[in-house]
Structure formats: C-alpha cells, structure tokens
C-alpha cells in the first residue's frame, strides 16, 4: 500500500545588501514515512546560527529550530524536536534541515534564516 505524499516547499532566494541566501530544492515530494532533506546556504554569512521556520498556507510561520554552527548545538521551538527534525552543517555556510518520517502535517513551505553582522539585520528565505 503507498503512503500519502507530502510537498515540502522550500522558499527560493533573498537578497539583502550583499547577501544571498539560498534553498535548495525548492520542492520535496515524499511519501510518508521518507526523510526530507532540505539545504540552506548563507553565502558571505559563515560561522553564524541559522534558523529554521515552517509556514503552512493561510498560517504564521512557525519557529522549528535554531542551528548553532561554534557549538554544532540545536534548540528547538515548542513542538518541534529531536529525531523529528535535526539540523546538519556540511560548511559554515551550508546547512541541512531534516526531517525523519514525514507525514502529511510537515507539508508546508520552510524558510531559513540567519543574522548579517555586516549589515546588521536578518536575512532570510
């Protein structure tokens, strides 16, 4: 029997002064019970801690976590947790969300964020 498919969308691209930010793949169909994976790079932002956000259409985003690059740390949002959704670094500007046994609650869009020191704002998507 097949399991029910799940979208997860990724938002595409930000620019805020210099940086970009960027998701990839922009969309994830899965059945339930995969794992998603979904990556974020921070372009010049390196060594900083990303956060994660799930919005489902005609909702406010959601916190799931914040990933902690110096301590390889993860907090969560309330609801959210361990083995559910964990964060990965591949570099310190290359994140990866994931998240283990989907079901049709996780389909959403998912957005990354991060702090520009240079620029001194957030920059996400």
């Known amino acids: 029997m097949l399991g029910t498919l799940c979208t997860l969308i990724t938002a595409l691209t930000c620019v805020s002064a210099v940086t970009l930010v960027t998701q990839k793949p922009p969309v994830v169909t899965l059945r339930t019970g995969n794992t998603a994976n979904m990556d974020c790079n921070l372009g010049t932002v390196t ?4 956060s994660w956000y799930k919005q489902v259409p005609g909702g406010v985003p959601q916190y799931v976590l914040v990933f902690y690059h110096s ?5 969560y949002g309330s609801g959210f947790s361990s083995p ?8 310190t500007s ?3 969300l994931i998240i283990n046994n989907v ?3 996780d389909s959403a869009v998912y957005y990354c964020k991060t702090w520009d020191g240079s620029v001194s704002e957030n ?3």
């Open 94 to 96: 290359d994140y990866r």
């Open 47 to 50: 060594n900083n801690a990303v």
């Open 103 to 105: 079901d049709e609650g």
């Open 84 to 91: 559910k959704f964990t964060c990965t670094h591949q570099s």
């Open 123 to 125: 920059v996400s998507q």
């Open 71 to 75: 301590w390889s740390a993860v907090e």
